[in-house]
T-cell receptor, first 114, second 113 residues
Framework: GAVVSQHPSWVICKSGTSVKIECRSLDFQATTMFWYRQFPKQSLMLMAT?????????EQGVEKDKFLINHASLTLSTLTVTSAHPEDSSFYIC??????????FGQGTRLTVV | AQSVTQPDIHITVSEGASLELRCNYSYGATPYLFWYVQSPGQGLQLLLKYFSGDTLVQGIKGFEAEFKRSQSSFNLRKPSVHWSDAAEYFC???????????FGKGTTLSVSS
């Protein structure tokens, strides 16, 4: 089956620094990738949708300058949390799909900002 | 706008008992429906999905779900719960197979011995 890999699985960073999360499709070409965020004991909320080679489309309320999304290749998308603060601590999950197929989820990244 | 409602925040079931987790959706056309399970600190595992065809869908780990258009529901069922089923369960909807999912708030399942 289709495999989506996220790295790192967990990361701790200091407040004010930036952290990059990678999402890779291992056995298919991901024309579209989605980034979600999950606060503790809450549901997943879509942050943005990125199509390969295009700028990401952000959901209302998501700061595009803070959450930088790059989808420069068909197998890799990155989410960079810039100038991270404790309130950015969360579980970030990506999903990826080929053209006109269902999306598959990565295993998620636990970000803790101290 | 699409939405998903999971009315039960927390359910406790005895091991070996049957389980039904409720999910209601709001969407004008035929939705694409999913159930995922998430263990603490882990990612999402797809249990089953409904795109079209037979409204009773079989999934992994002995789960099944039934799509009822008249009730806008997609309830998840399992005839006999195992302690390892304790987890968070999310129902999700999409308007096409590859579009972003709208998730319900989740139901926490506890299994008592």
């Amino acid at each position: 089956g289709a495999v989506v890999s996220q790295h790192p699985s967990w990361v701790i960073c200091k407040s004010g620094t930036s952290v990059k999360i990678e999402c890779r499709s291992l056995d298919f070409q991901a024309t579209t990738m989605f980034w979600y965020r999950q606060f503790p004991k809450q549901s997943l909320m879509l942050m943005a949708t990125s199509n390969e080679g295009s700028k990401a489309t952000y959901e209302q309320g998501v700061e595009k300058d803070k959450f930088l999304i790059n989808h420069a290749s068909l197998t890799l998308s990155t989410l960079t949390v810039t100038s991270a603060h404790p309130e950015d601590s969360s579980f970030y999950i990506c999903s990826a799909r080929e053209q006109n197929t269902e999306a598959f989820f990565g295993q998620g990244t636990r970000l803790t900002v101290v | 706008a699409q939405s998903v409602t999971q009315p039960d925040i927390h359910i406790t079931v005895s091991e070996g008992a049957s389980l039904e987790l409720r999910c209601n959706y709001s969407y004008g056309a035929t939705p694409y429906l999913f159930w995922y399970v998430q263990s603490p600190g882990q990612g999402l595992q797809l249990l089953l999905k409904y795109f079209s065809g037979d409204t009773l869908v079989q999934g992994i780990k002995g789960f099944e779900a039934e799509f009822k258009r008249s009730q806008s529901s997609f309830n998840l069922r399992k005839p006999s719960v195992h302690w390892s089923d304790a987890a968070e369960y999310f129902c999700a909807v999409a308007n096409q197979a590859g579009t972003a999912l709208i998730f319900g708030k989740g139901t926490t399942l506890s299994v008592s011995s």
